[in-house]
């Protein structure tokens, strides 16, 4: 019998699958791939208060395979840590990569994606919005006036009410008629 390092409570891992779409196995998948990112940080066993007090600082989080290419990796971490900054919690990663597991439905995954391209946390994707995400999409390759054309365009047909910026009510209705949104906004586990 082999001395055998109990990673979460019983109880944690209750509450972990009662707020996720992960089952047990999974959960402990995620918390390996978090430990991870800093072994030396990340303590094998978590105690309930080292799951949401432990950070893992952004520019660590933003190295991870599935992040790394991804043109808004530190807005990701941004709307996905709980105060904001990008530096993660074991409990906010599990919610990022919960969002973006396959279990998760099209209305979470919605949201969040509408979070993520809400650049100025004001509630609406605007022009502004639009315009630097064209320019984090096409890394900087298209003119100011050729990124003007695209977001004059998506607003065109995206605004359904017209006042010049998306709500998430429009949002969700362009994504609604996405039929690869779901498959794209994934990170296997």
């Not at 099209?106 to 979070?115: E, L, P, Q, T």
Request: net charge negative; charged share 30%; glycine share 4%.
């Amino acid at each position: 019998m082999g001395n055998k390092v109990v990673t979460f409570t019983e109880q944690q891992l209750e509450d972990y699958q009662d707020c996720t779409f992960f089952t047990r196995k999974e959960i402990l998948r995620v918390f390996k791939r978090f430990r991870d990112v800093n072994p030396a940080l990340i303590p094998k066993s978590m105690t309930e208060n080292q799951a949401h007090t432990i950070l893992v600082p952004v520019e660590e989080i933003e190295k991870l395979p599935e992040l790394k290419e991804n043109p808004f990796k530190r807005r990701i971490c941004q709307v996905f840590s709980h105060d904001g900054s990008g530096n993660l919690t074991f409990e906010d990663f599990l919610d990022m990569m919960s969002v973006f597991s396959e279990a998760a439905p099209r209305d979470i995954k919605a949201w969040y994606a509408f979070r993520i391209y809400d650049l100025d946390d004001d509630k609406y994707i605007g022009r502004e919005d639009l315009l630097e995400a064209t320019k984090l999409l096409t890394a900087g390759q298209l003119h100011e006036d050729e990124r003007e054309e695209i977001v004059t365009s998506v607003l065109d047909e995206a605004d359904v009410d017209g006042d010049g910026k998306l709500s998430f009510m429009d949002f969700e209705h362009v994504v609604a008629r996405a039929p690869d949104f779901v498959s794209t906004f994934h990170i296997r586990v």
